[in-house]
């Protein structure tokens, strides 16, 4: 505990500056030295014996000094610092200035090295602009959520935008995968942490695919999370299996949750480039799933359009009792309909 | 229903091909734009703009005009040496390029009210070309409507006097109205056109004897139709037997449009199935039937030139033993089509 709040104070003594209101991370577990600047560090081991409580009462300031100093003091190297201090100059107004001492401390609480960093907020200028308040509430939260020491930090660094989504956006994408979805926790956690885009998606489409996924594929939810479907797009998922289902090689589960074929796995489906799917999954040429992407694009499109309502054309009246359907031809007049003329089964 | 019907039938008759069929028939099929040479309209120069082009004179070599001049067509495989065939002239069918998904607009009428174009499965045209109309030749169209291919044999500007039947009343006069739209009225005299709604299995008690030139595309299962359409279709429990018994209908018809052909005259049979049973089997039943019933010999003409001269455009199902069958294909999705052409000997 004590070594906590030391390394923090080390933090807020270097950098002169005092948040009010950090809050402290509850479930920090172990502070890894190694992951501090090296100045830190040696301050940090000197000094744990020295703590008095005059540290934990520092003189406010009210303005940071964002400096090239103060960047190569927390660690970064000087092409970094610079990088670092030429993005927040160019940032609107003096208030990015002032938080980001504080941002990027949080960002080295959680165990981040100063290459990550720096790595992260040029992938992710946004972060430059969330408080360390809220920076901190959604580092617990995601940690609350399961994601561990490790899966952690491995999930901001190759993510970054994560932590610019307002924790109320995430609740809600959790909410919905444990009570709609029916995913375990862990599950959740997991999603979280191979597929954090996640929380950006529109809770709709998320519906979609999943019942998509579930009831059209017959795909549970562990093969969902194992095959890291959340990392697809709705339109490549759906694309890739009507190919197949048209095809004749998926199948739809009946309500016994038998089909007459073995459909192929998820992960084949999904976890492939396109050419080994066409080619070994689909048994088909790239030619022919080049121009069945364009078909279906434009089937959804109209779909989305006409909201699925049932096309019907007065002109085409003219079915007999008992006569065939000799109609490979179509009526000049009616054009476009003649293309659209079909009701799926 | 009629894709379970299908997948039963088809995959084990097409094999490996079955599932790009398949996904091609579940998927928007492509359209050709029949040119209408008796209308003037520049639909047809923005049609060409937009990158169409007329498959019939962009086929691999050149249809023969004449007969005695040996084809020069050779493409792949092909160890035997395709005999000369002819075409029926004058016919010219705007297609976009393969793998090119863009839909035709509706044809707009010319100052005298005539469409510039009519949209239909450009595989359609291909038993009309088989059927090789020549000048002044008698054709009958045993079963006609909705009209298209009606449409295309009069586009030849070859045909002295065309007889288009349908057995239903209403499908003719649907039939009328088609070309009625396209055709000037001075072509559509009574001295040029006869439309009737007589039963086609009896026109060998009607006429016989009687056309240079007959086509007999015989109401079939539809496949693609069937496919896509639930409204009366003739894979549901009410029709059963009707579908059970197509191919002896089939049959029945063929024979008529045999008897119906002068000696030395042809022949051709059309579908929009890939049903053996509705195809190669209804062809062999009648050609035997002629033989026994009626002592007519026939021969059959092989189709396998317009199939090579047209491969660029469509997929043809590879060692049909008799005729020839367009199949669909994502990247050509017309048909299906099977065609094959007798020739009356006696």
Not at chain 2, 141 to 168: E, I, M, Y
Request: aromatic fraction near 8%.
């Amino acid at each position: 505990m004590g070594t906590r709040v030391v390394v923090l104070q080390v933090l807020r003594q270097k950098l002169n500056y005092v948040p009010n209101s950090t809050s402290i991370p509850v479930q920090f577990k172990t502070c890894k030295a190694s992951n501090l600047p090296s100045s830190l560090s040696c301050r940090l081991l000197c000094s744990v014996s020295n703590l008095t409580p005059s540290l934990l009462q520092h003189n406010k300031r009210n303005s940071a000094e964002l400096s090239l100093r103060s960047l190569l003091d927390m660690g970064f190297t000087e092409y970094q610092a610079e990088q670092l201090y030429d993005s927040v100059s160019r940032m609107k107004g003096g208030n990015a200035a002032k938080h980001v001492l504080s941002t990027l401390s949080v960002l080295f609480v959680l165990g981040l090295n100063p290459t990550t960093v720096h790595k992260l907020l040029d992938k992710c200028p946004e972060l430059y602009t969330v408080k360390d308040v809220q920076l901190q509430q959604r580092i617990t939260q995601l940690r609350h959520l399961g994601l561990v020491e490790g899966s952690l930090q491995r999930t901001v660094s190759h993510y970054p935008k994560i932590l610019t989504v307002p924790m109320k956006s995430v609740k809600s994408v959790v909410q919905f995968l444990r009570e709609k979805c029916l995913f375990t926790t862990q599950q959740v956690a997991e999603i979280l942490r191979d597929s954090p885009a996640v929380v950006l998606e529109d809770l709709d489409q998320l519906e979609y695919k999943f019942q998509y996924v579930y009831f059209r594929m017959g795909v549970k939810q562990a093969e969902m999370v194992k095959c890291r479907l959340f990392r697809f797009s709705l339109d490549n998922v759906r694309c890739r299996h009507t190919f197949l289902e048209r095809r004749g090689l998926y199948q739809t589960p009946d309500k016994k949750g038998q089909t007459t074929i073995i459909n192929p796995k998820l992960d084949g489906i999904l976890n492939v480039d396109e050419g080994t799917f066409t080619a070994d999954v689909a048994q088909a040429s790239p030619e022919e799933y080049d121009v069945f992407q364009k078909l279906l694009a434009r089937e959804w499109k109209e779909e989305e359009f006409e909201h699925g309502s049932i096309e019907s054309y007065s002109e085409d009246d003219e079915k007999e009792e008992e006569e065939e359907e000799d109609n490979e031809e179509e009526e000049e007049t009616r054009g476009k309909s003649g293309y659209n003329k079909k009701k799926k089964k | 229903m009629a894709l379970q019907h299908f997948d039963a039938t088809y995959s084990a008759q097409l094999g490996a091909l079955w599932p790009s069929i398949r996904v091609a028939l579940l998927s928007e099929r492509k359209y050709g734009a029949l040119l209408n040479h008796f209308s003037h309209n520049l639909d047809v120069e923005e049609l060409q703009a937009q990158g169409c082009k007329d498959f019939i004179s962009n086929g691999e070599g050149k249809p023969e005009e004449d007969s005695s001049s040996v084809s020069t067509v050779t493409h792949g495989g092909g160890s035997r040496q395709p005999s000369p065939l002819r075409l029926s002239p004058n016919i010219r069918c705007l297609v976009f390029p393969r793998g090119d998904i863009t839909r035709f607009r509706p044809a707009r009428p010319d100052k005298f009210g005539l469409l510039s174009y009519y949209l239909l499965d450009a595989a359609s045209i291909l038993p009309c070309l088989a059927l090789d109309v020549q000048e002044s030749h008698t054709v009958l169209d045993l079963c006609a409507a909705p009209g298209g291919k009606a449409l295309v044999l009069l586009q030849t500007q070859s045909v002295r006097f065309l007889c288009a039947n349908d057995l239903s009343v209403s499908r003719t006069s649907r039939l009328k109205r088609v070309l009625q739209s396209y055709v000037p009225k001075a072509l559509l005299t009574d001295d040029k056109l006869r439309i009737t709604s007589f039963d086609g299995t009896i026109w060998g008690e009607i006429e016989r004897n009687a056309f240079d030139r007959v086509l007999v595309d015989v109401p079939c299962t539809t496949d693609r139709h069937s496919l896509m359409e639930d409204d009366n279709n003739i894979f549901s429990r009410s029709r059963v037997g009707e579908r059970r018994s197509l191919p002896q209908l089939q049959a029945e018809l063929l024979l008529a449009g045999i008897l119906a052909t002068c000696p030395g005259g042809d022949v051709l049979y059309s579908t929009c199935t890939l049903s053996a049973n509705q195809n190669q089997a209804v062809v062999q039943q009648a050609v035997q039937l002629a033989e026994e019933q009626h002592g007519i010999q026939l021969q059959v003409i092989s189709l396998c030139p317009l199939a090579q001269m047209f491969s660029n455009t469509f997929h043809f199902a590879p060692n049909l033993h008799l005729g020839e069958m367009v199949i669909p294909h994502l990247a050509a999705n017309f048909g299906p089509i099977y065609l094959c052409k007798l020739r009356r000997l006696t």
